[in-house]
């Protein structure tokens, strides 16, 4: 893959660090979509970024330790500062890969860090963040304690993940927070309502997860594969179950075909919807294969107009998708859902 300048810039909210236009999400590396090629997911991981690609997402409880362990490995191929490496934090697993819930105490988020840097062999995170809101500890007790982090030099910035805009509000009172992640696709507009103008009137950028909602609307996805995914975090997924999956794949047609219209792939259009949406906005890129990561950064050449969106819009309505986009249990442990 040649180097390129990966689009504009962007920074992360008013206070964070400039980053490529779009980043790169290292979970399906690890963990949930079924197995991985390790040599393949370094080598996409590589690529990325000699493409420009400068953001890196990861979680400590992503493959248990095992994705922060490939980060590092990864990493030790290019200057630490070329990447931003963004970490998700307080989540609780056992050992057959349920959750059980978030731990969001200040001693345990210091002691999460401690791990994670270890397993990433560097000296420090460019930005850490909790990764859903612990209902049993104020979130105000947890930005606190990674604010003293970076104080201490282990951590660069702070922020959040699936937070609704009042504890988004809450913990921006604390310290400085750069972005928030969160599930932002043409399936997954909720955000639209009341957080993402509370991120815009404070300041706070946005790195999207899930642009292609896990591969609903990629393009790539069919009944047939969706029979075949074992232990894939998709087969419990609402969206991608009985009829919800057929009038969701149907969706993803009527995508295909304003695409194909526009001669891209209906991945590219999904995705460069996303990055419309605003500067504010950097779209995470799920892929773990470089044929795929070529498709998605394709993207950046897509140039929607006005009459593009709306046809986009059209073929995708923001009510339309069938299914929520976790599972009913996990759905309760979204702040942002609330």
Sequence with gaps: MKTRQLGHPRQLGKTGPIVSAFGLGAMGMSDMYGP???AESLATFDAAVEAGI???DTGDFYGMGHNEMLIGEA???????????SVKTAALRDPAGGFL??????????????YSLKRLGTDYIDIYRPARLDP??????TVGAIAEMVQAGY???IGLSEMGAETIRKAAKVAPIVDLQIEYSLVSRGVEKDILPALRELGIGMTAYGVLSRG???GHWSKARSEGVGRDFRAMSPRFQGDNLDANLKLAEALRAVAEAKGVTTAQAAIAWVASRGDDIVPLIGARRRDRLSEALGALDVDLTAQDLAAIE?????????GTRYAEAMMHHLDSER
């Design 155 to 157: 951590v660069r910035h």
């Design 314 to 322: 059209a073929a995708v309505p923001a009510e339309a998708v069938a």
């Design 36 to 38: 991985s090629d390790r």
């Design 101 to 114: 819930g978030y731990d969001g105490r200040p001693k345990a988020i210091k002691n999460f860090l401690a």
């Design 75 to 85: 990493l030790k191929a290019h200057k630490r500062d070329q990447v931003v490496i």
């Design 216 to 218: 609903l609307i990629s």
């Design 136 to 141: 049993d500890v104020p979130i105000e007790d």
């Design 54 to 56: 400068t953001l890196v």
